[in-house]
């Protein structure tokens, strides 16, 4: 079993930051890419960002400037800091994992729960 615990998602006033966490927990052999999601409503699930086990970053346009993506693997925590946010980063935010089990040969992708965040005045 594998768990992937969200937190610090809220309400936000625009031009404000908010940090993200994701920590995975269970039978982990090893932790490949980890990354953030987020669904707006009426809209379909977008990257946000992710970044590897070499510490390589992809950031969508968006996020470019704004977020910051990192990972403690020894915590085997993912981070999205967000800055300057903006009305239009309001969503709701998925952590993504990409592990292999204990036991396993095979690498598959987990999600987490979901946190919401709200950018409005």
């Known amino acids: 079993q594998v768990q992937l615990v969200e937190s610090g998602g809220g309400l936000v006033q625009p031009g404000g930051p908010l940090k993200l966490s994701c920590a995975a927990s269970?039978?982990?052999?090893?932790?490949?890419?980890m990354g953030w999601y987020r669904q707006a409503p009426g809209k379909q699930r977008e990257l946000v960002a992710e970044?590897?086990?070499?510490?390589?970053?992809n950031y969508a346009d968006s996020a470019k400037g704004r977020f910051t993506i990192s990972r403690d693997n020894a915590k085997n925590t993912v981070y999205l800091q967000m800055n300057t946010l903006k009305p239009e980063d309001t969503g709701v935010y998925y952590c993504?994992?990409?592990?292999?089990?204990?036991?396993?040969?095979?690498?598959?992708?987990?999600w987490g729960q979901g946190t919401q965040v709200t950018v409005s005045s």
């Open positions: 993504n994992v990409i592990l292999r089990m204990i036991g396993s040969f095979r690498y598959n992708t987990y």
């Open positions: 970044i590897t086990t070499a510490d390589s970053a």
């Open positions: 269970g039978n982990i052999f090893s932790i490949n890419t």
